[in-house]
Every structure is written in structure tokens, then in C-alpha cells.
């Protein structure tokens, strides 16, 4: 108890919780769109069901992982060699996260393309309640394991990990609601959220082959492509509004 009021006495601590808090939530953001894209194909009643279960998976692998942490450490040390290329648990796992992001995306683009004349009719499931809980958990696991790996980068001290990780989870249980029906409603930005998947897993693939990829450019792009999607929705909708003046 002493070494909490210490830690809370410390604006080193404070700052260390704020910059990770931050980190966190960003990272969620990857995480989320999966989420949102994925429990979107479920009929309208399991929808925020399976995403409240979702998010609860990524929590509670978030905190199992914490409390592993001398373990999260050894991921990253080479279990094995190709080509004079060490690999580590972390990188085998980020590999097959980024190809599962690869191929899930690629799906759905497809999908959204060339439907096929056969498909379920809209209000139908597209996909099993169950297998879109396992492809969730699956992604939790990578994610989860992400996020743990750089909060150890950044501060020694658990409690403040675990502060930064509960923030970042409650933000992602408030956000998931709104973000998928902002989705669900704007069809456009299902494909934009769809390239995101693919950038993020190409991410993934990039740092498992131990290629460093900056974070800040992969949300800068991000957050560039959101805005201009955000004009073109705009300018769309004053058409519609002129359009609309005129006919009447």
C-alpha cells in the first residue's frame, strides 16, 4: 500500500499513466474496427452483445497478460533462425495476426465488389454468432499481446498498466456502439475501414519480419483518409439537401 501512495506522489508516475493512456486508447483503435465491421454482419439483436463480449475478451486477456509480465518479457527473444533472421513468439504471433487481418479483409472487399446471387438477405445472419466470436478473440490475442509489450516498454510499475489498460477498454465499450452504426450507416466507409484492416495487417506482417513501422505515420494516414472521407460525406449530403430544395 505505501509504494501506491508513493507512486501516486510521483509526477514522473502521472505523466508515464497519461502518455500510456493515450497509447492504449490508440491501439484500441485497431481492435475496434475489427470489432465494428465484424459483429455489423450479425442480426441487429446479437449485435451489441457480441461486441460487449468482444471488447470484455480483449480485457480480460489484457489483464491475464499483465500478470504475466516476466513472461510477455521472454516473447520477444528468438526462438528460432531463418537466414541469419531471428524470430520470436511476439513476431510468429504478429505474423499471423497480419495475415488473418490480410485475408479477412480481402473477404469482405470482395464481398462488397461482387456480392454473390446467393447471399443470405439483408437482416440475416452473414456470419455464426459463435465464429464471430472466435475471429474477435482471435485478434484480441494479438492485439492484446501489442498492447502489453509496448506498455512494458514504457513504464516498470503494474498498476499504472493496469489503469492505462481499464481506460483504454472503457473507451473502446463507450465508442463501440456509435462507431458501428456510423458504419453500419455509411457504406463508404465500410471500404475505408476495410483498407485500415489491410494497412494494419500489413503493419503486422512488417514488424513480425522485424521491419519497424512507425505508429504515428500509420494513424497520421489513418486520420488523413478519415477526413477526407468526412468531406466527400459532407459535400454529399449538401447535394442531397440542394437537390432536395430544388424538387420542391
Do not use: C
Request: charged share 15%; no cysteine; proline share 4%.
Amino acid at each position: 500500500m505505501d509504494s501506491l501512495f508513493q507512486l501516486a506522489a510521483d509526477p514522473t508516475a502521472w505523466a508515464a499513466l497519461a502518455t500510456l493512456v493515450v497509447m492504449e486508447v490508440v491501439l484500441g483503435i485497431d481492435n475496434l474496427i475489427f470489432i465494428s465491421i465484424l459483429t455489423n454482419k450479425l442480426p441487429p439483436e446479437l449485435q451489441s452483445r457480441a461486441r460487449r463480449i468482444g471488447i470484455g475478451l480483449a480485457l480480460i486477456l489484457r489483464l491475464a497478460l499483465l500478470g504475466t509480465v516476466a513472461w510477455i518479457v521472454h516473447l520477444t527473444e528468438p526462438v528460432f533462425e531463418v537466414f541469419g533472421k531471428g524470430f520470436s513468439w511476439r513476431d510468429l504471433i504478429l505474423i499471423a495476426g497480419g495475415l488473418f487481418l490480410l485475408w479477412k479483409a480481402t473477404k469482405e472487399i470482395h464481398h462488397s465488389v461482387d456480392p454473390s446471387p446467393e447471399e443470405k438477405p439483408v437482416g440475416r445472419a452473414a456470419i455464426g454468432f459463435g465464429a464471430a466470436i472466435g475471429q474477435i478473440l482471435i485478434l484480441d490475442l494479438v492485439f492484446s499481446i501489442d498492447s502489453i509489450i509496448t506498455a512494458v516498454g514504457m513504464t516498470e510499475h503494474v498498476p499504472i498498466m493496469v489503469i492505462a489498460v481499464v481506460t483504454a477498454v472503457t473507451v473502446m465499450l463507450i465508442a463501440a456502439d456509435p462507431l458501428s452504426r456510423f458504419i453500419a450507416a455509411n457504406p463508404t466507409v465500410v471500404m475505408l475501414a476495410l483498407g485500415f484492416l489491410i494497412m494494419i495487417g500489413m503493419t503486422l506482417l512488417a514488424e513480425g519480419f522485424g521491419a519497424h513501422v512507425p505508429k504515428g505515420y500509420i494513424y497520421t494516414a489513418m486520420a488523413f483518409s478519415a477526413g477526407v472521407e468526412g468531406l466527400n460525406m459532407l459535400a454529399r449530403r449538401r447535394r442531397r439537401a440542394r437537390s432536395s430544395t430544388g424538387t420542391n
